[in-house]
T-cell receptor, first 114, second 114 residues
């Protein structure tokens, strides 16, 4: 069974600063994907970034990037130039390879201070 | 392109009743997944349907069931409601190719059981 752990229940960052959210996972799969989803107060889950495990290069999407350490099974999310609209719950997730079943971490609530 | 539409957005039921939630996926998406989100248990996978067949099922009692229609719309049903079934129920759809797909989530249906 896959497990995904987010050790930071809550984080805060000053507007325009950089913050890193941590995630560790455990999987027996050799090829897999990892995701970060954002859930703002409106509740709709939005994909932030996706990393394919066989790719050594860390994924980047504008101000969002990941630090993927496959051997350590670590998948952290870095948000640069934080904006007020980044305030949300962030969930790390990993799918199994038999469809679209995602295992989510417990989430990190990010607060952005103006 | 319309997103994933879930109805109703809010509903209140009493213990022992049953409830049916509906999900209309993005046009062309054939996979629909359901998740339950609660403060205590976090996000948990319920089941996934692909081309009208249940492809994956999470660890939930038989009171939770679902189905998918030929137009890919999906419904989930919870019978004999319990207080612990109060949750946000999220539906997600993904496009019809194999592998770990990106899920697009709906806004959710907030169920309160009294």
């Amino acid at each position: 069974a896959q497990t995904v752990t987010q050790s930071q229940p809550e984080m805060s960052v000053q507007e325009a600063e950089t913050v890193t959210l941590s995630c560790t996972y455990d999987t027996s799969e050799s090829d897999y994907y990892l995701f970060w989803y954002k859930q703002p107060p409106s509740r709709q889950m939005i994909l932030v970034i996706r990393q394919e495990a066989y790719k050594q290069q860390n994924a980047t999407e504008n101000r969002f990037s990941v630090n993927f350490q496959k051997a350590a099974k670590s998948f952290s999310l870095k948000i640069s130039d934080s904006q007020l609209g980044d305030a949300a719950m962030y969930f790390c997730a990993s799918p199994n390879n038999a469809g679209n079943m995602l295992t989510f971490g417990g989430g990190t609530r990010l607060m952005v201070k103006p | 392109k319309a997103g994933v539409t879930q109805t109703p957005r809010y509903l209140i039921k009493t213990r022992g009743q049953q409830v049916t939630l509906s999900c209309s996926p993005i046009s062309g998406h054939r996979s629909v997944s359901w998740y339950q989100q609660t403060p205590g248990q976090g996000l948990q996978f319920l089941f996934e349907y692909f081309s009208e067949t249940q492809r994956n099922k999470g660890n939930f009692p038989g009171r939770f069931s679902g189905r998918q229609f030929s137009n890919s719309r999906s419904e989930m049903n919870v019978s004999t409601l319990e207080l612990g079934d109060s949750a946000l129920y999220l539906c997600a759809s993904s496009p019809p190719y194999s592998g770990a797909n990106v899920l697009t989530f709906g806004a959710g249906s907030r169920l309160t059981v009294l």
